[in-house]
C-alpha cells in the first residue's frame, strides 16, 4: 500500500511528465489501432469517399477528446472560465494559455493516427480511386465506349482485388501504385507541417512574447496550486468534522446508558478510565474545524468560495461574512471577566 501511495504522490508532483506519458501511450496505442483494423471498401462509387473520410477524421476526433477527458486540467479550466469574477478578475490570456497547453497534449494521438493513415495509402486509395487518370496510365482509347457511372462504377472496384474486372481498361497495380504514391507524400508533408508547427509554438512563441508567456505560465500554475490547496484543507477539515460529529454521537450513546443504568453501585458504574474526560481527544480536531462546525456555515464558505475568491494581494483582512473586509484596523475584542465570591 506504500509504495501505490508513493507512486501517487510522484504522478501528483509530476503532473506535466505523467501526462505526457499519457500523450505518448495514447499515440503509440492509436498506432497500434490502426494496425489491428479492418480496413474495408466499401468499392462502390457513392460510398467509397465517405468512408474513408470517416476512418481519417472520426478516429481522431475521438482521440483528442479522450485526450481532453483524461486531463485533469478539463475541469479547473471550466471552473475558472464559468466562476463568477467576485474580487478576482479573469484573466483570458490565462485561461487561452491553459487551453492551449491541454489542446498541444490532447493533439498527439490524432495526428499520430492521420500521419500512419496517410502513410498506410488504403483510405487515400478507396477514397480517390474514382480519380484516377485512365487517359494517362490506362488505355485511354477505350475510354469514350464507357459513360461516367460504368467508369466510376468500374474504378470504384479498384482497392478490392478480388472483384476488380477492370485490368483491360486499367491495371490494378498501377492504380494502387499511384495512389499510393501520392498519399505516402502528403503523409510525409503532414508529419513535417505539424513537427514544424510544434516546433514554433514550443520554441519560437515564448521569443516574442516572453514576458505574457511567463505572467500566464505562472498563474496557470498558481491557479492548479491553489485548487489543489483548497481541495486538501476541505479534505482535512470534513475528516475532522467527521471525526468530532461521531465522537459526539457515542458520548451521546454512553451518557443515555449511564442514565439508564443509573440505579447500579457507583462503584460498578465507574472505571479507571472514566475519569478522563472523553472530550479530551477531540480538541486537536476541533481546532482544524477553524469554528466552522455546521452545515449551513460549511455551505456558506464553499458557496463564497465559488462567488467570491479572494483578492490577489497578500496582506489583506481575513474574510467577514461573503466579502473581504475593507482596510483600516480591526476592532479590538472585548474580554469579560466574572468574579464568583462563595457567601
Same mark, same amino acid.
Given at each position: 500500500?506504500?509504495?501505490?501511495?508513493?507512486?501517487?504522490?510522484?504522478?501528483?508532483?509530476?503532473?506535466?511528465?505523467?501526462?505526457?506519458?499519457?500523450?505518448?501511450?495514447?499515440?503509440?496505442?492509436?498506432?497500434?489501432?490502426?494496425?489491428?483494423?479492418?480496413?474495408?471498401?466499401?468499392?462502390?462509387?457513392?460510398?467509397?469517399?465517405? =468512408?474513408?473520410?470517416? $476512418?481519417?477524421? @472520426?478516429?481522431?476526433?475521438?482521440?483528442? #477528446? *479522450?485526450?481532453?477527458? +483524461?486531463?485533469?486540467? /478539463?475541469?479547473?479550466?471550466?471552473?475558472?472560465?464559468?466562476?463568477?469574477?467576485?474580487?478576482?478578475?479573469?484573466?483570458?490570456?490565462?485561461?487561452?494559455?491553459?487551453?492551449?497547453?491541454?489542446?498541444?497534449?490532447?493533439?498527439?494521438?490524432?495526428?499520430?493516427?492521420?500521419?500512419?493513415?496517410?502513410?498506410?495509402?488504403?483510405?487515400?486509395?478507396?477514397?480517390?480511386?474514382?480519380?484516377?487518370?485512365?487517359?494517362?496510365?490506362?488505355?485511354?482509347?477505350?475510354?469514350?465506349?464507357?459513360?461516367?457511372?460504368?467508369?466510376?462504377?468500374?474504378?470504384?472496384?479498384?482497392?478490392?482485388?478480388?472483384?476488380?474486372?477492370?485490368?483491360?481498361?486499367?491495371?490494378?497495380?498501377?492504380?494502387?501504385? =499511384?495512389?499510393?504514391? $501520392?498519399?505516402? @507524400?502528403?503523409?510525409?508533408?503532414?508529419? #513535417? *507541417?505539424?513537427?514544424? +508547427?510544434?516546433?514554433? /509554438?514550443?520554441?519560437?512563441?515564448?521569443?516574442?512574447?516572453?514576458?505574457?508567456?511567463?505572467?500566464?505560465?505562472?498563474?496557470?500554475?498558481?491557479?492548479?496550486?491553489?485548487?489543489?490547496?483548497?481541495?486538501?484543507?476541505?479534505?482535512?477539515?470534513?475528516?475532522?468534522?467527521?471525526?468530532?460529529?461521531?465522537?459526539?454521537?457515542?458520548?451521546?450513546?454512553?451518557?443515555?446508558?449511564?442514565?439508564?443504568?443509573?440505579?447500579?453501585?457507583?462503584?460498578?458504574?465507574?472505571?479507571?478510565?472514566?475519569?478522563?474526560?472523553?472530550?479530551?481527544?477531540?480538541?486537536?480536531?476541533?481546532?482544524?474545524?477553524?469554528?466552522?462546525?455546521?452545515?449551513?456555515?460549511?455551505?456558506?464558505?464553499?458557496?463564497?468560495?465559488?462567488?467570491?475568491?479572494?483578492?490577489?494581494?497578500?496582506?489583506?483582512?481575513? #474574510?467577514?461574512?461573503?466579502?473581504?473586509?475593507?482596510?483600516?484596523?480591526?476592532?479590538?475584542?472585548?474580554?469579560?471577566?466574572?468574579?464568583?465570591?462563595?457567601?
Amino acid at each position: 500500500m506504500d509504495k501505490f501511495r508513493m507512486i501517487f504522490q510522484f504522478l501528483q508532483s509530476n503532473q506535466e511528465s505523467f501526462m505526457n506519458g499519457i500523450c505518448g501511450i495514447m499515440a503509440l496505442a492509436s498506432a497500434q489501432m490502426y494496425s489491428a483494423f479492418d480496413f474495408n471498401c466499401p468499392c462502390l462509387p457513392g460510398y467509397n469517399a465517405a =468512408y474513408s473520410a470517416g $476512418i481519417l477524421l @472520426a478516429p481522431p476526433l475521438v482521440l483528442f #477528446l *479522450l485526450g481532453l477527458v +483524461l486531463n485533469n486540467n /478539463v475541469s479547473m479550466l471550466a471552473e475558472e472560465w464559468k466562476r463568477p469574477p467576485g474580487r478576482r478578475a479573469k484573466d483570458p490570456a490565462v485561461l487561452r494559455y491553459m487551453f492551449c497547453s491541454m489542446a498541444q497534449r490532447a493533439l498527439i494521438a490524432p495526428v499520430v493516427w492521420v500521419a500512419v493513415t496517410l502513410l498506410d495509402g488504403k483510405c487515400f486509395l478507396c477514397a480517390f480511386c474514382t480519380a484516377v487518370p485512365v487517359a494517362a496510365l490506362g488505355n485511354g482509347s477505350l475510354t469514350p465506349g464507357l459513360s461516367a457511372p460504368e467508369l466510376a462504377r468500374l474504378l470504384a472496384r479498384v482497392p478490392c482485388p478480388e472483384i476488380y474486372d477492370g485490368d483491360w481498361l486499367l491495371a490494378r497495380e498501377v492504380a494502387v501504385r =499511384y495512389l499510393r504514391c $501520392i498519399s505516402q @507524400a502528403l503523409g510525409w508533408s503532414f508529419v #513535417l *507541417l505539424t513537427t514544424l +508547427l510544434a516546433f514554433v /509554438v514550443r520554441s519560437v512563441r515564448p521569443c516574442f512574447t516572453q514576458a505574457a508567456f511567463l505572467k500566464s505560465k505562472y498563474w496557470s500554475h498558481y491557479i492548479d496550486i491553489e485548487r489543489k490547496l483548497f481541495d486538501e484543507t476541505c479534505t482535512e477539515h470534513a475528516k475532522a468534522f467527521a471525526k468530532v460529529c461521531i465522537q459526539q454521537f457515542f458520548e451521546a450513546m454512553n451518557h443515555d446508558l449511564e442514565l439508564g443504568h443509573a440505579h447500579r453501585p457507583l462503584a460498578t458504574a465507574t472505571s479507571p478510565s472514566a475519569s478522563h474526560s472523553p472530550t479530551e481527544g477531540t480538541e486537536e480536531e476541533r481546532e482544524k474545524l477553524r469554528g466552522i462546525t455546521d452545515q449551513g456555515a460549511i455551505n456558506r464558505l464553499l458557496t463564497s468560495w465559488h462567488k467570491c475568491k479572494p483578492p490577489l494581494r497578500l496582506g489583506q483582512e481575513p #474574510l467577514m461574512g461573503n466579502g473581504w473586509a475593507g482596510g483600516g484596523p480591526r476592532p479590538p475584542r472585548k474580554e469579560v471577566a466574572t468574579y464568583f465570591s462563595k457567601v
